[in-house]
């Protein structure tokens, strides 16, 4: 237990510190990355983590409990528990993610549902996601014409009949039906998907590749092609897929 800690001032921060973390984290979070405790952190790249440990030294990675071929279920246990074993420890505990910690980070909502289950109190803290770089990079604009989402892989096992008429967000395409971390996209997947947009929409409808940039210097990656050669696209497991709707919003 770090000096001045105690049971009474355990509990768990879980924020958010954008996609370029450090220039799109929000200063509620670095305030609370400083403050805590104990700091454990999960991020895209390498380099952001010099600048968290810079913040508070106690910054820990928890890129270690990642390892091939391990279940996605199992990574996230693991992370859970090793969050929770630092927060019954008596700890004020922060962690920090990439992006958004509500948006696709099952173990981020796990964790805080956990922890107020034991009686600790427990915060998540917003940040910059995927999708708010999307809305800035395509203008496209929520509020337009309104906005459906899904996770690829649910959006097809789950025969998900979209508006067509609505824009469209899809989640992890570079990784549909994968369950274990393998590190690779699965072409067959995309060509799976492709397929199904084809249906809904025409295979000659564009569709966009799109990948937020994590450096303060560089473009992100959009990439338009028809649905019906999806299989085809730079696609990797940080991709996000917008679908334009058949009918322009006016």
Not at 123 to 151: I, K, N, R, W, Y
Not at 170 to 183: A, C, K, P
């Amino acid at each position: 237990m770090t000096a001045g800690s105690s049971a009474r001032n355990a509990s768990l921060t879980i924020v958010g510190t954008g996609i370029r973390p450090g220039l799109q984290t929000t200063q509620e979070a670095r305030t609370a990355i400083q403050r805590a405790d104990k700091v454990l952190y999960l991020l895209a790249e390498e380099a952001p983590s010099i600048w968290i440990e810079q913040l508070n030294p106690s910054a820990e990675s928890l890129a270690p409990l990642y390892s091939a071929g391990q279940g996605y279920a199992e990574v996230y246990d693991a992370i859970v528990n090793h969050i929770m074993s630092w927060v019954r420890r008596g700890h004020a505990v922060c962690v920090a993610t990439y992006g958004h910690p509500g948006v696709l980070d099952r173990s981020s909502h796990e964790a805080v549902e956990r922890a107020r289950r034991e009686g600790f109190p427990a915060t998540m803290l917003p940040g910059v996601s995927a999708a708010d770089c999307l809305f800035a990079d395509l203008g496209l604009d929520p509020g337009g014409a309104g906005l459906q989402s899904f996770e690829a892989t649910d959006f097809l096992v789950s025969g998900r009949v979209p508006d067509r008429s609505v824009p469209l967000i899809l989640w992890q395409v570079g990784v549909i039906g994968v369950t274990y971390t393998t590190g690779e996209v699965n072409s067959p997947g995309l060509r799976v998907l492709g397929e199904r947009l084809g249906q809904l929409y025409g295979g000659e409808h564009e569709v966009v590749l799109y990948e937020a940039s994590p450096f303060p210097i560089g473009s992100p990656v959009i990439q338009r092609l028809p649905a019906s050669v999806l299989a085809d696209g730079a696609v990797t497991g940080m991709s996000t897929m917008y679908v334009p709707p058949l009918t322009p919003f006016a």
